[in-house]
């Protein structure tokens, strides 16, 4: 199957900091990016769609100013943590859709640790 | 909420016995993928169910798809210690590749 990479893959901030997690398509240009959260012992949550040159279409309830989203190429997404807090501790994983895919790949994902 | 359904929540159960776990959504479908998933660790693909299929195999796991009844489920026979993780399902919502996955089974196998 296709390879998605994410980068970090953990990541320990500080209360107020901003971070950035990369997700990038390594063997096939990915039209349409998503990304996902998970907290403890619990399900992976969708929490936007983002479309290669287009503004990220964002779930019900996430805030589209604290989790900044950039699709610039065909191969990278990014996911910003504005202001980062502790409740914002988690797990982010991403997945990469091609544009004759009939399935996403998924990244192995970021753990996020805010102090 | 979009998030499909997955029972039992926990399982257990000794090594050698069969592990069946159920999911079910709520929308149509292109297809649903099975994932394994290790405590704090990523998702590992197990397999993917197309919609104009009924069942499919990969080694010692087993996939069922009923379409007219929204659910699936997961096989795994011949259980083995190693096979102790988190397994969800997700499902591809129509014409969207947005994957939806269900609440998860935390499976325990005893060795």
């Known amino acids: 199957g296709a390879v998605v990479s994410q980068h970090p893959s953990w990541v320990i901030c500080k209360s107020g900091t901003s971070v950035k997690i990369e997700c990038r398509s390594l063997?096939?240009?990915?039209?349409?990016m998503f990304w996902y959260r998970q907290f403890p012992k619990q399900s992976l949550m969708l929490m936007a769609t983002?479309?290669?040159?287009?503004?990220?279409?964002?779930e019900q309830g996430v805030e589209k100013d604290k989790f900044l989203i950039n699709h610039a190429s065909l191969t990278l997404s990014t996911l910003t943590v504005t202001s980062a807090h502790p409740e914002d501790s988690s797990f982010y994983i991403c997945?990469?859709?091609?544009?004759?895919?009939?399935?996403?790949?998924f990244g192995q994902g970021t753990r996020l640790t805010v102090v | 909420s979009q998030q499909g359904e997955e029972d039992p929540q926990a399982l257990s159960i000794q090594e050698g016995e069969n592990a069946t776990m159920n999911c079910s959504y709520k929308?149509?479908?292109?297809?649903l993928q099975w994932y394994r998933q290790n405590s704090g660790r990523g998702l590992v693909h197990l397999i993917l169910?197309?919609?104009?299929?009924r069942e499919k195999h990969s080694g010692r796991l087993r996939v069922t798809l009923d379409t007219s009844k929204k659910s699936s489920s997961l096989l795994i026979t011949a259980s083995r210690a190693a096979d102790t993780a988190s397994y969800f399902c997700?499902?591809?919502?129509?014409?969207?590749?947005?994957?939806?996955f269900g609440t998860g089974t935390r499976l325990k196998v005893l060795a």
């Open positions: 997945s990469a859709r091609g544009q004759d895919g009939i399935e996403a790949f």
């Open positions: 063997d096939f240009q990915a039209t349409t």
């Open positions: 983002s479309n290669e040159g287009s503004k990220a279409t964002y």
């Open positions: 929308t149509s479908i292109n297809n």
């Open positions: 169910i197309r919609s104009n299929e």
């Open positions: 997700a499902a591809d919502t129509s014409g969207t590749y947005k994957y939806i």
